[in-house]
C-alpha cells in the first residue's frame, strides 16, 4: 500500500506562482513513477506532468513552459513548480503513483485546492 499527501495549494493572482509537494509513504519501494493530475467540478480528470522512475518526463500541452515538476532528494517526493498562472489552471490537484508489476496498482492523494483569480 501506497499513502500520498499533497500540499501547497492556494489561492494566488492571475501571473502568479504557486508551488504543489507530494510525499509518499508506506510502500514506497515498489513506486515506478509519480504524477500530477488535475480535476474541476463537472470535468474529467486531467494529466497535467508526470515523473517516471527512469528519468522522463510529460506535460500537458496547456502547461508546458509554465508549470514543471522534480522530484526531491532522499525522498519519495515530487514537486509542481506552476508559473504564470491563468484563471484556468483553478482546480484540485492530485497527485498520483504507480506501482510496479506484477500486482501493481495507481495510487491517489486527496487533492490541494488551487485557485487563480483575474
Known amino acids: 500500500q501506497v499513502q500520498l499527501v499533497e500540499s501547497g495549494g492556494g489561492l494566488v493572482q492571475a501571473g502568479g506562482s504557486l508551488s504543489l509537494s507530494c510525499v509518499a509513504s508506506g510502500s514506497v519501494f515498489t513506486i515506478n513513477a509519480m504524477g500530477w493530475y488535475r480535476q474541476g467540478p463537472a470535468k474529467e480528470r486531467e494529466l497535467v506532468a508526470t515523473?517516471?522512475?527512469?528519468?522522463?518526463?510529460h506535460y500537458a500541452d496547456s502547461v508546458k513552459g509554465r508549470f514543471t515538476i522534480s522530484r526531491g532528494n532522499g525522498k519519495m517526493t515530487v514537486y509542481l513548480q506552476m508559473n504564470s498562472l491563468k484563471p484556468e489552471d483553478t482546480d484540485v490537484y492530485y497527485c498520483s503513483a504507480v506501482t510496479s508489476l506484477p500486482g501493481g496498482a495507481r495510487y491517489w492523494g486527496q487533492g490541494t485546492q488551487v485557485t487563480v483569480s483575474s
Open positions: 515523473f517516471t522512475s527512469a528519468g522522463g518526463t
